[in-house]
């Protein structure tokens, strides 16, 4: 326990000024310890360096691997989706190709028979049954009629005599009318004013008479409830949607139909992803659905040579549902495994840490005096080789002090062993904090005697450190029943360190500047300024 009561000849300033010193020292000292050990807790060894990068190298080929297949099963999911679509969309194209087809050669042979110049001589029933196919006859099939050049009704499916109604405003007859090279007419979706009273498209070529002129048209319904049952027939999944679209744009039917809104005959004409479809022909493209606000993939077709286009919109969500179960399942299990890594590399770092930190402790247990926690005598001798070769090659000045505790025996009768280790750690103490320079070396040399290595030091420097290291020493409080401060002698060498010179001279030359501060009263600092001849001689 040390004490800070003074000698009654300081005055009061002398008194305070040594004090905040001495505080300063106790204070700064730990401090510098704890800003070393921390240092050293951020530093990273090769083999903990070398652990983290293996384990992230492994994190990393573990998520590129888990990514990679997991983008896989993404498109495997998306083509199977579009696959099975493809496959409606051809069935569906068959089934409407072939009511087509049916369609066109009723009408064509109502053409026919109709050009006949027999058919007026046979009788109403059996004109019917020549005009009029049966196979179109079925309950989601309209009606079919004949018309002249002026929309009138000449033969009528569903009565042996026409019924009186006129069709000129029909765009389908518009468009015979104006256009004599139209083939078989695929119309707009329309609201049919006889029998069901709801949804159809009509099929319909016209007729010209032997000079190119318009003489009337053929027509046959189709009840839009036929794509209806189609539509339906087919395995959709949640939010998927079967399309029938005229190349116009036009939608004729939708399947299933969104709640609260009739989208028959609305005009998708401008719509980016129509005008893809109508580019393309058929394939599939995933893009968002301006209607639904949402992502969807689209499979299409042309149906044949009409004017048709079959289009499946699929829910992303639907689409992808199993998959990203799937993905949620395997990247909880990835996650799982990169934790079980890190904290596994943890471990092992910490042990590594641990390891190395024995080491260290070992190594400085090895290096370090225990009772002032200074270099010992073997580290210093390491260190003095070390800058003793360095000053050869470099020819630069090293200095060298030697300090010993004066009347070191005495203290230690007076104030026990207990006492005296106390007055080595506060001269220790005393010495490093002078020594500011990190190349700057100080070891405890045995006993009381201490060594302070200055490379690059001439005399007068080294002079001057050694004066404040014996005025920090002299101005430390006094122990309890001590008359005398403690002080110390302190020998001085400095010199060009020359090839062939032996360092073991080299301590002799120190050894005999600090007898010689001893001989002249202790409590001073002395040198030998004949260096080189000295240790020539002692060669």
């Known amino acids: 326990m040390l ?41 990273w060894t090769r083999p903990e360096l070398m652990l983290i990068f293996g384990s992230s190298l492994s994190m990393f080929a573990i998520l590129g691997i888990v990514a990679s297949l997991l983008a896989r099963e993404s498109d495997d999911a998306a083509q199977t989706a579009a696959r099975a679509a493809a496959n409606i969309v051809q069935l569906i194209d068959a089934d409407v190709m072939h009511n087509a087809e049916l369609y066109d050669s009723s009408l064509q042979g109502m053409i026919s028979a109709w050009q006949r110049p027999d058919l007026q001589d046979l009788s109403p029933e059996l ?51 104006a256009d ?32 190119g002129e318009f003489t009337g048209m053929v027509s046959a319904a189709m009840r839009l409830v036929y794509f209806k049952h189609l539509f339906m027939s087919q395995n959709l999944g949640v939010g998927s949607s079967i399309n029938l679209i005229n190349t116009a744009g036009i939608l004729i039917v939708r399947y299933p139909d969104l709640e609260g809104e009739d989208l028959i005959g609305k005009d998708y004409s401008h719509s980016p992803n129509f005008q893809r479809i109508l580019q393309e022909g058929h394939g599939s493209f995933a893009a968002m659905s301006t209607q639904l606000n949402a992502r969807r993939l689209y499979t299409f077709s042309r149906v044949g040579n009409l004017p048709l286009v079959v289009v499946i ?62 270099d010992n005598r073997r580290q210093l001798d390491e260190a003095m080789e070390t800058e003793w070769a360095r000053a050869q090659r470099s020819g630069k000045q090293l200095s060298l002090l030697m300090i010993d505790v004066d009347h070191f025996k005495a203290f230690n009768e007076r104030h026990g062993h207990q006492g005296g280790d106390e007055a080595l750690r506060l001269i220790a103490q005393t010495i490093s904090f002078n020594i500011r320079r990190p190349g700057d070396r100080v070891a405890r040399y045995g006993g009381e005697e201490f060594v302070v290595v200055l490379p690059e030091t001439d005399l007068p420097g080294a002079m001057m450190i050694a004066e404040q290291i014996r005025k920090a020493a002299e101005s430390l409080p006094l122990f309890p029943g001590a008359q005398q401060p403690i002080t110390v002698s302190i020998g001085v060498v400095s010199e060009m360190v020359r090839q062939g010179d032996k360092l073991e001279a080299f301590f002799g030359i120190a050894d005999k500047a600090l007898y010689q501060a001893k001989h002249k009263g202790r409590n001073r600092v002395e040198h030998r300024s004949s260096v080189a001849r000295e240790m020539t001689d002692q060669v």
């Open 313 to 374: 919109g699929q829910s992303e969500d639907e689409v992808y549902a199993v998959w990203r179960r799937n993905a949620w399942l395997v990247g909880s299990a990835t996650s799982v495994l990169c934790l079980g890594i890190l904290w596994l590399t943890w471990l092992l770092c910490r042990e590594l840490r641990r390891r190395h930190r024995a080491e260290d402790a070992l190594a400085s247990l090895a290096a370090t005096d225990g009772l002032t926690g200074l």
């Open 180 to 211: 004599p090279s139209l083939g078989l007419h695929v119309s707009a979706p329309y609201k049919s004013r006889w029998g069901y009273k709801d949804w159809c498209i009509s099929f319909s070529r016209r007729m010209s008479g032997p000079n």
């Open 127 to 177: 004109r019917q049954l020549v005009l009029f196919d049966r196979s179109t006859a079925a309950s989601f099939k309209g009606d079919l009629v004949l018309l002249d050049n002026k929309g009138a009704i000449l033969a009528d499916s569903l009565s042996v005599i026409p019924r009186n109604d006129n069709f000129s405003d029909r765009s389908y007859f518009k468009d015979h009318k």
């Open 3 to 43: 004490y800070t009561q003074h000698s009654k000849h300081k005055n009061n300033d002398n008194c305070l000024n040594h004090l905040s010193r001495f505080i300063r020292l106790q204070v700064e000292q730990p401090m510098m310890l704890f800003a070393s050990s921390r240092q050293d807790r951020l530093k």
